[in-house]
C-alpha cells in the first residue's frame, strides 16, 4: 500500500509535542509492515538543517510564494518530503509562534498551503495510495482533495481536538476552497471556520489516539464544540491507541542514562536515581520517593490541581520532585518557586531537553500525568517502560495503558489512578503512591509489570492500514 502521511512535526527533525514522536514511528512501523510510506513536512529552519536533500521538482501555485518539493529519509526507510518555501517556513520560535510566542498572523495561509500541498501530491502518486492528515495544520488536505473530486482516499487523525486552527470568514476566501464548503455542514464553525473541522467533515475516516478519548470526544465536556460532529459520524470514528518507539525508549539500551537496566536487572535503576538526584541538585535519599514531571505546564495537563499537594508533601519531606517543562507563565513561575522554596527536595528545570527528558525517566520513581483530559499521552507509556510508575488521572489514553493498584492486585497492576479533577483526588493518590514505595518488593512488582506492557507501534500500524484498506475499497 502507498501512504503519504501529511504533518507538522515529526521527530526528530521538529519536535513540540507528541504528534512528532506518533509521526516519527508510526510511517516507519507501516515500511516495517511492507508497505511504501512518505511523510510530507514544511521546511522549517530545524528541518532544512538536516540536509542536504534532493531535488525533486517546482511546486509553485499561482499566486503563492515560490516553493519546491525536497527528497530526504528518516529512520526505517520511511521517504521523508519536505515543503521548501521560505517566505512562510524559514522564521525564527516554533512551527507556530514568534520568538515571544505569538501565534504567526499568516499561520492560516501558511498550513492552507502545506494542506493543498499533501492533496496535490497524493493526486499526483500515480501508484494510488491514502493520504493521512495529523491534526489542524494538516486539516485542509482532505477538503483540497474533496474538492478536485479526486480518487484518493484520506484519514484524518485527531492528536488533540482543544487545538482546531480556527480563523475569521475573510480569511476563508484566501485560501482557494470551493464557496459552498463553506457551511455548517461544511467548513464553518459558530460564524468562523477550522481546519480541524474540515478534515472531520471531508476525510473518509476519522481516527483519534487512543479508545477511551474516542468515546470521550463524544460528549460536550471534551468535544469542545465538535461533538454533535463526531456523533454525525460516529460510525467513521476510531480510537487506536498510540504507540511507543522502543529503539528511542529502551532503559536497557538508553545511553542517557548513567546505568542501563531492564525488568530482570530493575535493582540497577539506584544507580541512574542516584545520579539524576545529584545532576539536579536534589539530597541523595535512595528512600524518598522521587516523583518525576515532563510535560507542558497547562491546565489540560493538570498541574494547577498538582501544586498544593506537591507543596504540602514537600513541606512534609515525603517526596522528592524533579520537572522538566514549560507552559503557562503562572505555572512555570509557582513550580520555580517550590524549587526555591525546598532546595534539596524540588529541582524544577523550564523548557525541554530530551536527553534530560531521559534521564529522569531512568531515574525518577514515578511520573507524575494528572490531565484534566489526555487524548493518549505518551509520558505514561514511557514511564511504564522504565519501571517509573505512572500517577495519572483516569482519562483518554491514561485510563487505556495503567492499571491501577488497589491494594489487592500486585499481580496486575502497573501504576496508581484518581478519578476527580482535584486537589484531595490528586493528595490521596499521591498518598497511596508513597505507601507503596516504602514496601520495596511491592514496589518493585508494580515496576516490573509495567515494564513488561507492549506498546510497541506495530499493533498500531496494522489497525492503520486495515482501516486504509477499507476507506480505500469503498
Known sequence: MRILHVAAEVHPLIKTGGLADVVGSLPAAQVALGHEVSVLVPGYPAVMAAGPFEFQYDISNPGEPPARLLRGELAGGVELLVLDQPYYFERPGSPYTDEQGNGWPDNYRRFAHFGYVGARLSQLDDRGGVLHAHDWHAGLAPAYLRAALADRASCFTIHNIAYQGRYSVAEYAEVGLPGEFYGYDGIEFHGDWSFLKAGLVYSDAITTVSPTYAREILTPEFGF???????????????????????????????????????????RKAVSKAALQTAV????????????????????????????????????????????????????????????????????????????????????????????????????????????????????????????????????????????????????????????????????????????????????ARAYVDLYARIGAE
Open 225 to 267: 464544540g465538535l461533538d454533535g460532529l463526531l456523533n454525525y459520524r460516529r460510525r467513521d470514528l476510531h480510537g487506536i491507541l498510540n504507540g511507543v518507539d522502543y529503539t528511542v525508549w529502551d532503559p536497557a539500551s538508553d545511553a542517557a542514562l548513567e546505568q542501563t537496566y531492564d525488568a530482570k536487572t530493575l535493582k
Open 281 to 460: 541538585g536534589l539530597d541523595p535519599v535512595p528512600d524518598r520517593l522521587l516523583v518525576g514531571v515532563v510535560s507542558r505546564l497547562t491546565v489540560q495537563k493538570g498541574f494547577d490541581l498538582a501544586l498544593e499537594p506537591l507543596e504540602a508533601l514537600l513541606a512534609d519531606d515525603a517526596l522528592q520532585l524533579v520537572l522538566l517543562g514549560s507552559g503557562a507563565g503562572d505555572l512555570e513561575a509557582a513550580f520555580s518557586d517550590l524549587a526555591r522554596r525546598f532546595p534539596g527536595r524540588c529541582a524544577v528545570q523550564i523548557g525541554y531537553d530530551e536527553l534530560q527528558a531521559h534521564r529522569i525517566f531512568g531515574g525518577a520513581d514515578a511520573i507524575l500525568v494528572p490531565s484534566r483530559f489526555e487524548p493518549c499521552g505518551l509520558t505514561q507509556m514511557y514511564g511504564l517502560r522504565y519501571g517509573t510508575l505512572p500517577i495519572v488521572r483516569r482519562t483518554g489514553g491514561l485510563a487505556d495503558t495503567v492499571t491501577d493498584y488497589n491494594g489487592k492486585n500486585r499481580a496486575a497492576a502497573t501504576g496508581f489512578i484518581f478519578g476527580a479533577a482535584s486537589a484531595t483526588a490528586l493528595r490521596r493518590t499521591l498518598g497511596r503512591a508513597i505507601k507503596a514505595y516504602a514496601e520495596p518488593a511491592l514496589w518493585r512488582k508494580l515496576a516490573q509489570n509495567g515494564m513488561r506492557q507492549d506498546f510497541g507501534w506495530e499493533r498500531a
